[in-house]
């Protein structure tokens, strides 16, 4: 079973930044090890109760996606070994706050930051921005 774990969320004042990182392990027999994952990418979901794309990436030849929201701010990263994703997040703004998900997909099939291109999920981990 594949597993999508998120870590590094809590609470910063607006300006301040925050690391995600999202790990991906486990077996899937349709697909075999999670290190096949060719597209990662981060959601949020915030009083809108939407799930938005916020940014994504290639695991091969790594190249990104972002939301114009957090185009300039957030940068999306992932280790050689292509189980892990970073989300480095820079001047946080109170809109950021959100519930951020990963999320991961063996192919392309769709946008980027449509939901339904993933197959893989993280639980979600909390990110809010206040004074």
């Known amino acids: 079973q594949v597993r999508l ?3 590094g969320g809590g609470s910063v004042q607006p ?5 995600l990182s999202c790990t991906v392990s486990g077996y899937d027999s349709t ?3 999670s ?3 060719y597209l990662m990418g981060w959601f949020r ?3 809108r109760n939407e799930r938005e794309g916020v940014a994504a990436i290639l695991t091969v030849g790594g190249m990104t996606f972002y939301d114009a929201s957090v185009k300039g701010r957030f940068t999306i990263s992932r280790d050689s070994a292509k189980v892990t994703s970073y989300l480095q997040m820079n001047d946080l703004k109170p809109e950021d706050t959100a519930m951020y998900y990963c999320a991961a997909a ?3 099939r769709e946008i ?3 939901a339904s291109q993933y197959t893989y999920w993280g639980q979600g981990i909390q990110v809010t921005v206040s004074s």
């Open 35 to 37: 290190s096949t994952m």
């Open 112 to 114: 980027w930051s449509s």
């Open 15 to 19: 300006g301040g930044s925050l690391r």
């Open 45 to 47: 979901q915030g009083r």
């Open 5 to 7: 774990v998120e870590s």
């Open 31 to 33: 697909i075999g090890y």
């Open 106 to 108: 063996t192919s392309v």
